[in-house]
């Protein structure tokens, strides 16, 4: 048994107890709060990924912090909270690059393209691509288990709070040992290492065995490259500490308007002998004398409404400067005389970031593919090595219809693309793969040489 399973074993046995394991407040306060961002050790960072995973599946007001002087009950009982998922908005517009269908091509024998084409078939490719690139931004790592479930490999995609890592001496970007904890209150987990399992619940060993994996069935893809450490810092960390002073200020907001936008009525020395009753069909009944005043007047606090609300707006905007996000992105106040060239040089960023994650993913699936062949060869005794090219489609940029077809045309007129790849394009549910949207052209087209062919002959008649 190697050092780093026992001490991962250890790490389990430890985290899995019943004295360990702790309920999440309800309610935060900010003290509390940004405690995560300056704790250290592996609790505390499991605690921030949580926070940050929170944030982005919309459970945000579990992080809202007290206004000055508020008890945690009367917390609970404020009528006016509010917020928005800016941390989602940020984290889904940086994720575009499996947003649309990816090609791939297996280079090996026929035996192994057709049975991983079978794996990849059974497992939602795209959809997993894309969740787990949102995933690695908002945590700064992303990962995927492979199994072997009733013939068939499975992935199943694991964020980064529900992980304890003991990375490789040589090579610290690689596991040598993972604590991969169940979802719920944390009383279960499984530890891996590259020839042993053990699961482990309650703080107790409930089994342990050998596998022939060779390696741990865990694949791992880093939203920067890890210099010091295993884990590291991704985008949601930045955006769901802003995102939560943006709450705030959103549901002070909200209780001002409520508590103080609206006009008080005064009334002055009324009749001290009638009760006061106000309605459509009640009068004020004022008994004075003199020149003692007297009436109604309706006054309205100086709430700072518009200041709050331009507050909102600077904090926005400056949060999206932040992390690169042009506005023309989000039509974010994008002018309708702003030329393509104009929004293609706000989008630069974006497109910069684009092709950086390219190469990011490219290295993540071809290590995705070599765990999936480790697992087919200790259950299938699969052979052989497989190499994978990874096509991403072009983004779709914004452009008006006129410039859309100027470029096709274009395109097109210098065989760059095909009029069945601009159909499978366009409408992509509408075909089953090139093939089809090919096939689907040369009917459109025959149609059309038989209408115009029958055009042609009805004039000569």
């Known amino acids: 048994m190697s050092d780093s399973f026992t001490k991962a074993l250890s790490l389990a046995l430890e985290q899995t107890s019943p004295v360990m394991r702790t309920q999440r407040a309800s309610v935060t306060r900010p003290e509390e709060l940004f405690a995560l961002y300056t704790s250290e050790g592996d609790n505390a960072r499991r605690d921030e990924s949580r926070f940050i995973w929170d944030m982005h599946n919309g459970d945000q007001l579990r992080y809202i912090p007290r206004l000055p002087g508020e008890s945690a009950g009367e917390f609970l009982r404020r009528p006016h909270k509010q917020f928005l998922n800016i941390t989602r908005v940020v984290i889904d517009v940086l994720s575009q690059l499996y947003r649309r269908p990816v090609e791939r091509t297996f280079e090996t024998s026929d035996r192994a393209r057709e049975r991983i084409q079978r794996v990849y078939s059974r497992n939602p490719m795209d959809r997993l691509m894309l969740g787990i690139d949102r995933m690695t931004r908002l945590q700064g790592v992303g990962a995927v288990r492979v199994s072997y479930e009733n013939g068939e490999v499975r992935y199943w995609p694991w964020p980064a709070h529900r992980l304890v890592v003991l990375p490789d001496f040589d090579r610290p970007d690689s596991p040598s040992a993972v604590v991969a904890f169940a979802a719920g209150d944390g009383s279960l987990a499984h530890v891996w290492s590259p020839w042993r399992v053990s699961t482990v619940a309650g703080g107790r060993i409930l089994s342990e065995q050998e596998h022939g994996l060779g390696c741990v069935p865990f694949v791992f893809v880093h939203d920067r490259l890890p210099v010091d450490g295993f884990w590291v810092e991704g985008r949601g960390r930045g955006v769901a500490y ?25 009334i002055v020395n009324p009749d001290p002998n009638q009760e006061i009753a106000i309605g459509p069909a009640r009068a004020i009944s004022f008994n004075v004398s003199g020149h003692e005043p007297f009436g109604v007047n309706f006054k309205s606090p100086n709430a700072p409404i518009s200041d709050l609300i331009a507050d909102l707006e600077f904090l926005l905007r400056t949060l999206l400067k932040t992390q690169r996000i042009p506005e023309s992105v989000l039509s974010v106040n994008v002018g309708a005389n702003i030329s393509g060239v104009s929004v293609l040089a706000q989008q630069t960023p974006v497109l910069e970031d684009r092709v950086e994650r390219q190469q990011v993913f490219r290295a993540f699936e071809q290590e995705l593919l070599d765990t999936t062949l480790a697992v087919l060869r200790e259950h299938e005794g699969l052979h052989g090595e497989v190499g994978i090219h990874v096509n991403y489609p072009e983004p779709m940029l914004e452009q008006n219809a006129a410039e859309r077809m100027s470029v096709d045309d274009w395109r097109l007129r210098h065989g760059m693309t095909t009029p069945w790849a601009l159909m499978y394009r366009d409408d992509p549910d509408g075909f089953t793969d090139l093939e089809s949207a090919r096939q689907a052209w040369e009917t459109n087209l025959a149609a059309l040489r038989a209408s115009q062919g029958q055009t042609g002959e009805s004039s000569h008649d």
């Open 242 to 266: 802003a995102n939560t002073e943006f709450n705030a200020k959103l549901s002070e907001l909200a209780h001002t308007v409520a508590m103080q936008g609206f006009g008080v009525m005064e």
